[in-house]
């Protein structure tokens, strides 16, 4: 399920959430503060991209706060609002129902993305 699922995704709205993190990165990094909150929004668009057989681990940390809040206000509750409707009208169908899940992982990462770690799914 984890090949073809990330090639419908592709397909059909995993490259555009996947450029939406990557423009959020650019902008991110063209200033020197910032560079650091981009590089991370890079590797999530290639989560966005490919999102079937990878899980995101949270870790908390008072950084990791501070920095998802800057990340909130200026860039993470557009990219949420963006997959959370993403996700809406991929449940519509039973068998949008996986990708529908797949964008509200996406949302859930768009709103606290520092202190997530992706790593390959163990589950078959």
């Known amino acids: 399920m984890g090949c073809l699922g990330n090639i ?3 397909i059909f709205g995993g490259f555009v959430g996947g450029l939406t993190w990557f423009a959020a990165g650019v902008l991110w990094c063209i200033t020197i503060v910032g560079i650091p909150i981009g590089l991370q929004c890079f590797k999530l668009a ?20 501070l ?37 509200f ?6 709103l606290m993305p520092f202190g997530a770690q ?6 078959y």
């Open 118 to 123: 992706v790593v390959l799914s163990t589950r």
């Open 67 to 103: 920095v998802n809040f800057l990340w909130l206000i200026f860039s993470g509750f557009w990219l949420a609002v963006a997959h959370c409707i993403s996700g809406v009208l991929l449940c519509i169908t039973v068998i949008g129902i996986p990708f529908g899940l797949q964008s």
């Open 46 to 65: 290639d989560l966005s991209f490919w999102p079937f057989g990878k899980e995101v681990v949270y870790s908390a940390s008072t950084v990791s706060f």
């Open 8 to 10: 419908i995704w592709f």
């Open 105 to 110: 992982k996406l949302a859930k990462l768009a």
